[in-house]
C-alpha cells in the first residue's frame, strides 16, 4: 500500500501531468505544440517546463530556425522512471 505523502509533489499540477503526458509518448515537443495540446499560455508552459528542467526530468533545447527561437522538450530517463512511479503510486491509491 502507498500513502499519499509517497506521490511525487513535482506531477501535482495539472499542468506538469500534461506536460510529462505527452512528452511519455512523444520524443521531442515543440513550445507551441506542447501550448497548443495542453490549451494553456506561454507563461504558464514556461514556468511549469522550468521547474521539470529544474528537477531534471525533462531536457530543454534551445535553437533558431532560420532566425526564429525555437524551444523543444523532451523526457529524461531519471523522469520517465519518476513519472512512471508516480503513476504506479495513483494506481495502488486506487486499487483499495
Known amino acids: 500500500m502507498i500513502k499519499i505523502n509517497q506521490l511525487n509533489k513535482e506531477f501535482e499540477s495539472r499542468v ?9 509518448v512523444n520524443d521531442w515537443v515543440d513550445f507551441s505544440e506542447m501550448k497548443s495540446l495542453l490549451e494553456i499560455t506561454d507563461g504558464n508552459l514556461a514556468s ?13 533545447k534551445k535553437e533558431f ?4 527561437p525555437k524551444t523543444s522538450y ?12 508516480h503513476l504506479n503510486g495513483l494506481e495502488k491509491l486506487l486499487e483499495k
Do not use: C, P, W
Request: charged fraction near 25%; aromatic fraction near 6%; glycine fraction near 10%.
Open 48 to 60: 511549469h517546463s522550468n521547474a521539470l528542467e529544474k528537477a531534471g526530468y525533462i531536457e530543454v
Open 65 to 68: 530556425v532560420g532566425k526564429k
Open 74 to 85: 523532451r523526457v529524461t530517463q531519471n523522469g520517465r522512471k519518476a513519472f512512471s512511479d
Open 16 to 24: 506538469r501531468l500534461g506536460i510529462m503526458s505527452v512528452l511519455m
